[in-house]
């Protein structure tokens, strides 16, 4: 048993000297992520904070300017021009000057007046029709306001029916608090799983691995060997992340770290047998780099970590099932911001447990018997 | 009359015989087959029916407290829009757990004085998002206030509530009037998969030659450097205009994507892109020598780049100055902008010469640099 931990350890030590010896490869493994994390936390969300408008008011009445002030004062809409005729809108949108154009229709004042319905048409590049749509719902949040102000000022019954509204776990659906947390595993993953991948099939490319074989290193030694040093990697690169989230961006953390990092953990072990896996089938460094990629591409597209993954087919979503990152990006952030507990997160752990058993088993049975 | 052109051009037949074999080496790889034609493959299934951002079918729990015809007509608003899929429930405690787990994505509480306030002309329901996907609930927020606002106007019409003056807004998403996410997704689609054979190909193939001394043995022939880098690109050039066709013709009849530009423009914005992309990869080859190395710096400066900041998903314009300079040196976010416009608005020159423009400055300088690295490792 000793001697097992000993050998296991030695191995470990090994490893860690062949990946960081180099300066280089030291950099590039510790500075990424954490760069990554800095500006893909800034660049990832859904939010907008600068939307250029223009406006062609056709009424041109104290109560159009003050519905206008109410876009200018929301701190979202910047406007960028003022047009005069109805043909100025395509030039706007067709050169992206503007992302919408507001017209405000002639009698907008009389009608309101009168208690009628004034229109406001909303002309909205749909290029992005994700951004195009969150902008048209700040408009409809302006909208509601103003109605409410303009019913109040000028004496008329309020609406029957209105609704409060409240979220939970992200009381301002601000969109960063769900994307910071994803990117703890999607940074993570990356450069772990192709480490590994690498790991076994650069010994076999130099003949190295036949001479690991023939010392007294069992199968499972040299796998837990292989796995350690990729575990510590990624560990530090989640850490990485997962600082940059709590000292920089300042994401509310509502659950534990140590559900975090146990689900982390488990993780990382699901996507070390994955590499591990494709190290033991693959022969050489370059087929091994090839199937990391070729996994990590759609591992990471089809995560829900920019689209959600009940939007996909039902037999696309079964397929998911096998995606370590999938399990990731739902443990961070139903722990960081529901601040779920182990027992809750089972539907997440038990396959991603699963998974590692399983590619860890078939990679150790591998190496005892694939000679090449 | 050929060979004789050939024979007395010696450059071009230089280039030639470099295209050829580069050629073979790139059909008998399975490698570059895997990443040049099998990726993009993939990609293009899992982005064409994998992805979309469009919200239908909102599972909601609706907590009825209040079982008279005033609350059921607006319980038969959500039942009856095909935006939500409606559970009905009569307390609170079930709709909760169902929220706990994630089986709903709201919950629209009713409360049991509901017709009471409805006859003194002000009631309220409850609305209980779940903020576990922020955008989401953002647009399933705004579906509920639609349905409220229809269930005020309806009341209006039949006379039951008092008519007030307020504004009301018509929408119209220009370019895609079905708001089809796809419609963006799928162009998006197109610059991942020419950054993956553009850069991560190349980068991969030429840090190999590096690594196998290979490159070394070309120099002590009479190619020259210019030479070799042409002979490199060209194949590159055509696997990536395989990549292109495939994904426009998936884009048109696989996801009938709309082509209102025209094809010429769009295949001379792609040309461009792909040119930049190459270059990209000659450049971090010749730089670092070395295939691991090679391949993550192509994956971490181009491919994760042209998801995250070219625009494809994220809006440019909302994130912080710092971050927006950096998409500026980005060629994947003028590509971007290219491909939406040529795909959804048509050919708008006032936007496609600039963005070309920029993109041939950036072929042109590339070309310079990898060319200056490539010479000096011949000393």
Same mark, same amino acid.
């Given at each position: 048993?000793?001697?097992?931990?000993?050998?296991?350890?030695?191995?470990?030590?090994?490893?860690?000297?062949?990946?960081?010896?180099?300066?280089?490869?030291?950099?590039?493994?510790?500075?990424?992520?954490?760069?990554?994390?800095?500006?893909?936390?800034?660049?990832?969300?859904?939010?907008?904070?600068?939307?250029?408008?223009?406006?062609?008011?056709?009424?041109?009445?104290?109560?159009?300017?003050?519905?206008?002030?109410?876009?200018?004062?929301?701190?979202?809409?910047?406007?960028?021009?003022?047009?005069?005729?109805?043909?100025?809108?395509?030039?706007?949108?067709?050169?992206?000057?503007?992302?919408?154009?507001?017209?405000?229709?002639?009698?907008?004042?009389?009608?309101?007046?009168?208690?009628?319905?004034?229109?406001?048409?909303?002309?909205?590049?749909?290029?992005?029709?994700?951004?195009?749509?969150?902008?048209?719902?700040?408009?409809?949040?302006?909208?509601?306001?103003?109605?409410?102000?303009?019913?109040?000022?000028?004496?008329?019954?309020?609406?029957?029916?209105?609704?409060?509204?409240?979220?939970?776990?992200?009381?301002?659906?601000?969109?960063?608090?769900?994307?910071?947390?994803?990117?703890?595993?999607?940074?993570?993953?990356?450069?772990?799983?192709?480490?590994?991948?690498?790991?076994?099939?650069?010994?076999?490319?130099?003949?190295?691995?036949?001479?690991?074989?023939?010392?007294?290193?069992?199968?499972?030694?040299?796998?837990?060997?292989?796995?350690?040093?990729?575990?510590?990697?990624?560990?530090?690169?989640?850490?990485?992340?997962?600082?940059?989230?709590?000292?920089?961006?300042?994401?509310?953390?509502?659950?534990?770290?140590?559900?975090?990092?146990?689900?982390?953990?488990?993780?990382?072990?699901?996507?070390?047998?994955?590499?591990?896996?494709?190290?033991?089938?693959?022969?050489?460094?370059?087929?091994?780099?090839?199937?990391?990629?070729?996994?990590?591409?759609?591992?990471?597209?089809?995560?829900?970590?920019?689209?959600?993954?009940?939007?996909?087919?039902?037999?696309?979503?079964?397929?998911?099932?096998?995606?370590?990152?999938?399990?990731?990006?739902?443990?961070?952030?139903?722990?960081?911001?529901?601040?779920?507990?182990?027992?809750?997160?089972?539907?997440?752990?038990?396959?991603?447990?699963?998974?590692?058993?399983?590619?860890?088993?078939?990679?150790?049975?591998?190496?005892?018997?694939?000679?090449? | 009359?050929?060979?004789?052109?050939?024979?007395?051009?010696?450059?071009?037949?230089?280039?030639?015989?470099?295209?050829?074999?580069?050629?073979?080496?790139?059909?008998?790889?399975?490698?570059?087959?895997?990443?040049?034609?099998?990726?993009?493959?993939?990609?293009?299934?899992?982005?064409?029916?994998?992805?979309?951002?469009?919200?239908?079918?909102?599972?909601?729990?609706?907590?009825?407290?209040?079982?008279?015809?005033?609350?059921?007509?607006?319980?038969?608003?959500?039942?009856?829009?095909?935006?939500?899929?409606?559970?009905?429930?009569?307390?609170?405690?079930?709709?909760?757990?169902?929220?706990?787990?994630?089986?709903?994505?709201?919950?629209?509480?009713?409360?049991?004085?509901?017709?009471?306030?409805?006859?003194?002309?002000?009631?309220?329901?409850?609305?209980?998002?779940?903020?576990?996907?922020?955008?989401?609930?953002?647009?399933?927020?705004?579906?509920?206030?639609?349905?409220?606002?229809?269930?005020?106007?309806?009341?209006?019409?039949?006379?039951?509530?008092?008519?007030?003056?307020?504004?009301?807004?018509?929408?119209?998403?220009?370019?895609?009037?079905?708001?089809?996410?796809?419609?963006?997704?799928?162009?998006?689609?197109?610059?991942?998969?020419?950054? +993956?054979?553009?850069?991560?190909?190349? =980068?991969?193939?030429?840090?190999?030659?590096?690594? $196998? %001394? /290979? !490159?070394?043995? *070309?120099?002590?022939?009479?190619?020259?450097?210019?030479?070799?880098?042409?002979?490199?690109?060209?194949?590159?050039?055509?696997?990536?205009?395989?990549? +292109?066709?495939?994904?426009?013709?998936? =884009?048109?009849?696989?996801?009938?994507?709309?082509? $209102? %530009? /025209? !094809?010429?423009? *769009?295949?001379?914005?792609?040309?461009?892109?792909?040119?930049?992309?190459?270059?990209?990869?000659?450049?971090?080859?010749?730089?670092?020598?070395?295939? +691991?190395?090679?391949?993550?710096?192509?994956?971490?400066?181009?491919?994760?780049?042209?998801?995250?900041?070219?625009?494809?998903?994220?809006?440019?314009?909302?994130?912080?100055?710092?971050?927006?300079?950096?998409?500026?040196?980005?060629?994947?976010?003028?590509?971007?902008?290219?491909?939406?416009?040529?795909?959804?608005?048509?050919?708008?020159?006032?936007?496609?010469?600039?963005?070309?423009?920029?993109?041939?400055?950036?072929?042109?300088?590339?070309?310079?640099?990898?060319?200056?690295?490539?010479?000096?490792?011949?000393?």
């Amino acid at each position: 048993m000793l001697d097992t931990l000993l050998r296991i350890l030695a191995l470990t030590r090994k490893e860690l000297l062949a990946v960081l010896k180099d300066r280089r490869a030291r950099v590039s493994l510790f500075i990424p992520p954490i760069i990554q994390g800095l500006i893909f936390g800034y660049a990832a969300t859904y939010d907008l904070n600068h939307v250029p408008y223009a406006v062609l008011d056709q009424d041109r009445t104290s109560a159009s300017r003050e519905f206008l002030a109410g876009l200018d004062g929301s701190g979202v809409f910047e406007r960028v021009g003022n047009l005069h005729s109805a043909q100025d809108i395509r030039t706007y949108i067709d050169q992206r000057r503007a992302l919408l154009v507001v017209q405000i229709e002639q009698n907008f004042e009389r009608k309101l007046q009168l208690g009628q319905t004034a229109d406001v048409q909303i002309i909205a590049d749909g290029r992005n029709s994700n951004t195009a749509g969150t902008a048209s719902s700040y408009i409809t949040a302006v909208v509601s306001n103003f109605n409410e102000h303009w019913r109040k000022d000028h004496g008329l019954p309020a609406a029957v029916l209105t609704s409060t509204d409240r979220a939970w776990y992200n009381p301002n659906l601000d969109t960063r608090w769900n994307m910071i947390p994803g990117l703890i595993g999607q940074l993570a993953m990356f450069q772990t799983l192709l480490l590994t991948a690498m790991s076994v099939a650069r010994e076999r490319e130099q003949g190295t691995f036949d001479q690991l074989l023939v010392t007294p290193f069992r199968p499972f030694e040299i796998m837990a060997g292989k796995a350690m040093p990729s575990m510590l990697v990624g560990i530090v690169q989640a850490t990485g992340v997962f600082l940059v989230a709590q000292l920089w961006f300042r994401i509310p953390f509502a659950g534990s770290i140590i559900t975090l990092y146990s689900g982390l953990l488990v993780f990382l072990l699901a996507a070390i047998g994955i590499g591990l896996l494709l190290s033991a089938v693959a022969s050489t460094m370059q087929q091994a780099m090839l199937y990391a990629l070729l996994l990590i591409m759609p591992f990471s597209l089809l995560s829900g970590l920019t689209t959600p993954l009940n939007n996909m087919p039902r037999a696309l979503q079964y397929l998911t099932a096998i995606n370590p990152l999938r399990y990731a990006i739902d443990i961070a952030r139903r722990v960081y911001l529901e601040g779920a507990g182990l027992h809750l997160l089972s539907h997440d752990l038990l396959p991603l447990a699963l998974i590692a058993a399983v590619t860890l088993s078939a990679a150790s049975w591998m190496f005892g018997h694939r000679m090449t | 009359m050929r060979t004789d052109a050939l024979q007395s051009h010696p450059r071009l037949r230089r280039v030639i015989a470099l295209v050829v074999k580069e050629t073979r080496q790139v059909l008998r790889d399975p490698s570059s087959i895997a990443i040049g034609v099998v990726m993009p493959l993939i990609l293009i299934l899992l982005f064409g029916y994998g992805l979309s951002l469009d919200v239908k079918n909102v599972p909601v729990a609706l907590v009825v407290e209040d079982t008279s015809s005033t609350a059921m007509e607006l319980v038969a608003g959500f039942q009856l829009s095909p935006y939500f899929n409606a559970q009905i429930t009569h307390s609170q405690p079930p709709a909760e757990r169902m929220m706990l787990e994630h089986t709903v994505d709201a919950i629209v509480r009713i409360p049991s004085d509901f017709a009471r306030h409805v006859n003194e002309g002000s009631a309220q329901v409850q609305v209980l998002l779940h903020g576990g996907d922020a955008n989401r609930a953002r647009i399933i927020q705004g579906y509920v206030q639609g349905a409220i606002q229809a269930w005020n106007v309806r009341q209006a019409a039949q006379g039951r509530a008092m008519p007030s003056g307020s504004v009301s807004i018509q929408s119209r998403l220009w370019f895609n009037d079905a708001n089809e996410s796809h419609y963006f997704l799928v162009p998006g689609l197109i610059v991942l998969v020419m950054t +993956l054979i553009g850069a991560l190909l190349t =980068a991969m193939v030429m840090a190999r030659e590096w690594e $196998r %001394g /290979t !490159l070394e043995s *070309l120099f002590v022939t009479p190619v020259r450097t210019e030479e070799i880098l042409l002979g490199k690109t060209i194949p590159y050039f055509l696997l990536g205009m395989i990549g +292109l066709a495939l994904c426009i013709v998936s =884009a048109k009849f696989l996801f009938h994507v709309p082509l $209102r %530009g /025209t !094809l010429p423009a *769009l295949l001379g914005a792609s040309i461009l892109y792909v040119l930049v992309a190459l270059g990209i990869g000659l450049l971090i080859s010749s730089s670092v020598k070395n295939q +691991l190395v090679a391949s993550q710096l192509a994956m971490l400066a181009t491919f994760m780049p042209a998801m995250m900041l070219s625009g494809f998903l994220f809006d440019l314009r909302s994130m912080p100055t710092a971050i927006r300079l950096i998409t500026y040196v980005l060629p994947a976010r003028y590509y971007v902008t290219l491909l939406q416009t040529i795909f959804l608005a048509g050919n708008v020159w006032g936007v496609i010469i600039p963005n070309m423009l920029v993109l041939m400055t950036m072929i042109a300088l590339l070309g310079i640099g990898s060319r200056a690295v490539t010479r000096k490792r011949l000393d």
